[in-house]
């Protein structure tokens, strides 16, 4: 799954973020887009989610966190492993990522890179890279803080938030991002 991930997003380094059923539709119908961030659901309809995706031949990692009904325990990673076609989670919760990484999924450790002190702690973390297979870093304009986080954390950077301009997919990209992901209908086929 990793080395598969690792080749969707060299072949098309932008993400579909999607975050509702439109963006759902939308994603689904653009055959270049080979990975999704699913940023929504519910736990009665998260596997419907997934299945539409793996149907279009997506990539699909769930963003644990946001999905209403399940809770911040290592329990609802397994809920997503066995109840739906996810083939990964993403998760600001180390706990939950490593219960992912237990349980065979591609793990995204999200940090929302805001102060000195979130650097400072990224920089201690020796275990992020035995736990997660990519860091997303938000916001993603931000290419200083990706080329430092790139010299600390020993596995590829994907960052996203707030891109919405060509120019702003290339400098996260030239700063040393394998990816980015973003919600922006409009960037998808940049």
């Known amino acids: 799954m990793k080395q ?3 080749n969707a997003i060299m072949a098309h380094p932008i993400i579909a973020a999607v975050k509702d059923e439109k963006g759902l539709e939308t994603c689904i119908q653009i055959p270049e887009i080979k990975v999704v961030f699913v940023l ?3 736990i009665s309809n998260i596997g419907d989610i997934t299945y539409k995706l793996k149907q279009a ?10 999905i209403l009904g399940l809770s911040a325990k290592e329990e609802a990673v397994a809920f997503i492993a066995k109840y739906t ?3 990964g989670v993403i998760s600001t919760r180390m706990e939950l990522i490593r219960r992912a990484r237990e349980l065979s999924l591609f793990t995204v450790y999200r940090i929302f890179a805001l102060d000195s002190r ?5 920089a201690a973390n020796r275990s992020i890279g035995e736990y997660a297979d990519v860091v997303e870093i938000l916001p ?3 290419p200083k803080v990706i080329r430092m986080m790139k010299k600390m954390i020993p596995i590829p950077l994907i960052t996203g938030g707030l891109i919405s301009e060509r120019a702003d997919v290339i400098a996260a990209l030239d700063a040393g991002a394998a990816a980015i992901s973003t919600t922006n209908k409009d960037v998808w086929l940049m």
């Open 4 to 6: 598969e991930f690792y």
């Open 57 to 66: 031949g997506k990539t699909v990692i769930v963003h644990i966190d946001f």
């Open 85 to 87: 076609q996810a083939d």
């Open 140 to 142: 993603g304009l931000m």
């Open 118 to 122: 979130v650097m400072d702690n990224v």
């Open 40 to 42: 929504y659901g519910k």
